[in-house]
């Protein structure tokens, strides 16, 4: 009967351990269920914030006439839109390299993401990047990175002979669409293609060529241009002398000036004379290469103009040589726009 007693005893022991390490392994089960629902929770809301974020800078931009109105912008919020809300936060705004930089902050739930943005627009075309690159060849390739919004992407080229003809130039695979060209007879010839909203990232440039010859090219990318119209006006002309000359008219206030010369032989040149001189306005050379003997090509880049107008533009070569020389006006956006952003660690 002891024995009896003894073995119940030990069964009723082993059931109660049992149902005790059942309860906890139940316990433990839940408590990490809860965990990872919870932090799928917070990854949700956390998406959710940054989205929220990159709304706030809209709205923000939206608000803005032109980029040095940031100077009216100051802390505030936090503004509700949809699960959560935005807040524009510390630093202040501030004009940083002609451009409204703000910082906005989203928030849904426990999950706070915030980001830095530069604005622009608003009368501000922006030059972002610049790449070039030489050879003789048939075939031209060189990397440039375009990154903003509201962008515009020109290549100017600079060919060793006119009858050379440009068969295609692509940028990440992408046509690009002709502009203006100059060239002819013993001329060099120079070129500009243009491709509205290209693809953000670091893409090759590609120039084909029907005959292998000196070549010389540049990429230039800008935000703040106008999407209608990007392009408002354009202009070509061949010559002989020591100072390339051309004319052309903007007809939009705050418009650029890109202008791209071929000139033979390798000639050394310079930055000649802008008429009129307008206010506020500064030319600044993108690119002078030479290549050899054979050719040189150089592009500069003027504005903003404001007011438009016709504007006159020289270089200075070391000596008389043949040369070629095109031009185009960019048209600026009329609104504020994100030009880019980068997320702040909380």
């Known amino acids: 009967m002891n024995r009896s007693r003894q073995h119940g005893a030990a ?4 059931v109660l351990f049992l149902l005790v390490a059942g309860s906890v392994a139940v316990v433990t089960a839940l ?71 703000v910082r906005v902050s989203g928030t849904v739930g426990a999950a706070t ?16 990047q610049e790449s070039h690159a030489s050879a003789t060849t048939n075939s031209l390739s060189f990397a440039h990175t375009v990154a903003d ?15 050379t003809a440009i068969s295609t130039v692509k940028y990440a695979g992408q046509s690009m669409t002709f502009v203006v060209a100059a060239g002819a007879g013993g001329n060099p010839r120079s070129e500009i293609y243009s491709l509205y909203n290209p693809p953000a990232g670091t893409n090759n440039v590609v120039i084909t060529l029907t005959f292998s010859d000196q070549v010389v090219a540049g990429a230039l990318s800008f935000s703040g241009v106008d999407a209608t119209t990007p392009i408002e006006a354009s202009t070509q002309l061949t010559g002989n002398s020591t100072t390339p000359t051309i004319t052309i008219t903007p007809i939009t206030n705050n418009a650029w000036i890109v202008d791209a010369l071929a000139a033979d032989k390798g000639v050394t040149a310079s930055l000649g004379t802008v008429s009129p001189v307008v206010a506020g306005a500064n030319r600044t050379s993108q690119w002078n290469q030479p290549l050899g003997t054979s050719i040189t090509g150089y592009a ?47």
Request: glycine share 10%; hydrophobic share 45%.
């Open 300 to 346: 500069s880049l003027y504005g903003p103009l404001n007011p438009a107008g016709a504007a006159t533009l020289t270089w200075s070569l070391a000596s008389t040589k043949k040369w070629s020389y095109a031009a185009v006006a960019l048209r600026p956006a009329s609104g504020a726009h994100v030009a880019r952003w980068s997320e702040v660690v909380n």
């Open 149 to 163: 919004v509201n962008r515009l992407l020109l290549v100017g080229i600079a060919v060793d002979q006119a009858k």
């Open 11 to 14: 069964a009723l022991m082993i």
């Open 31 to 101: 408590s990490i269920s809860g965990s990872d629902a919870g932090d799928t929770a917070y990854q949700h809301n956390s998406v959710a914030a940054l989205a929220l974020a990159e709304s706030g800078l809209e709205r923000v931009a939206g608000r803005l006439a032109i980029p040095t109105a940031c100077a009216s912008l100051g802390t505030e919020g936090p503004d509700s839109l949809g699960q959560g809300s935005f807040s524009i936060v510390a630093p202040a705004p501030y004009i940083d390299i002609s451009m409204c930089r």
């Open 113 to 128: 993401r915030t980001v830095d943005a530069w604005l622009g627009g608003g009368g501000n075309v922006l030059l972002e």
